[in-house]
């Protein structure tokens, strides 16, 4: 399976709507993998607090009409990172005047909407996303020809729990787009490998480049297999990581490793 992590930057200075093609531009050239990925917020910058609201749009808004239209254009999986979302006032996915939610895309090669997961761990304490965005309550998978993707965001990451309950849902390559600050970039490294190594599953994360309101971002996006290893990682600027890697791995250590078999805590089925 050939997966590739676009390390977007978000700058100041340029309009969402010129960051939309360029990211569009991007996608159509990794028409050769299967599966895309793009970061957190990347149309507003995670930590652009005060554009939220003015960008936020509906689920099926301008960002999933550039993005399906460039999956489509690529035949590609696409996992679209996350977009200020404005739901409707009860909450539901239609546009409105209602909560705002960090929600992530994922779109099939034919640019149909596979799957939306609402951020379950809002950052910020008691500031910022923590208290402007709502938050999500559903663990979300999407079922690709190769493996069950665990979809999941940024300080998602701090939460071994969640991804428990993904992997309790059958995830097999877990896929974290973000938005992380470079002053806190051992951290990424660090969470990345130990949620691949205690899950048994690949980790796809996929950070952005540049400066967000002020916070330069880690970049350093990573992919990790089943043992914790490192198979590629990119640096601190704008680029393009793209790795091979063999699915029926995670199966293979599972297998030849059982620790999932040993759990005995929260085995309680996941919320669907």
């Not at 995670?46 to 960008?55: K, L, Q, S």
């Not at 009860?90 to 409105?96: I, M, Q």
């Not at 309950?165 to 600050?181: C, M, N």
């Not at 951290?187 to 048994?200: G, I, P």
Request: proline share 6%.
């Amino acid at each position: 399976m050939r997966a590739s992590l676009i390390q977007i930057a978000v700058d100041e200075g340029e309009s969402v709507a010129s960051r939309r093609r360029r990211a569009a531009a991007l996608v159509r050239e990794q028409a050769g993998s299967d599966l895309v990925v793009l970061p957190e917020l990347w149309t507003t910058g995670a930590f652009a607090y005060e554009e939220f609201g003015a960008e936020a749009e509906p689920l099926r808004g301008p960002t999933y009409e550039v993005m399906a239209q460039a999956a489509g254009d690529a035949g590609v999986w696409l996992h679209a990172g996350s977009i200020p979302e404005r739901a409707a006032s009860d909450g539901g996915p239609a546009a409105g005047d209602g909560p705002l939610y960090n929600t992530s895309l994922v779109l099939s090669p034919s640019g149909e909407l596979a799957a939306a997961y609402r951020k379950i761990h809002r950052f910020g304490f008691d500031k910022g996303e923590a208290v402007l965005m709502s938050a999500g309550r559903d663990v979300v998978t999407v079922r690709l020809p190769d493996t069950t993707l665990g979809v999941a965001t940024c300080y998602d990451l701090r939460f071994p729990e969640l991804f428990r309950a993904l992997v309790g849902a059958g995830a097999e390559t877990l896929v974290i787009p973000a938005g992380w600050p470079e002053r806190r970039r051992a951290h990424w490294t660090l969470l990345a490998r130990a949620r691949a190594v205690e899950n048994q599953a690949f980790v796809l994360a996929c950070g952005t480049a540049g400066t967000h309101a002020g916070v330069p971002q880690a970049g350093h996006s990573i992919v990790v297999d089943p043992w914790g290893e490192v198979l590629a990682e990119a640096g601190a600027g704008e680029e393009v990581l793209t790795v091979e890697f063999d699915p029926a791995k995670v199966a293979a250590t599972r297998e030849q490793f059982p620790a999932l078999k040993d759990r005995v805590m929260g085995l309680e089925p996941p919320r669907r």
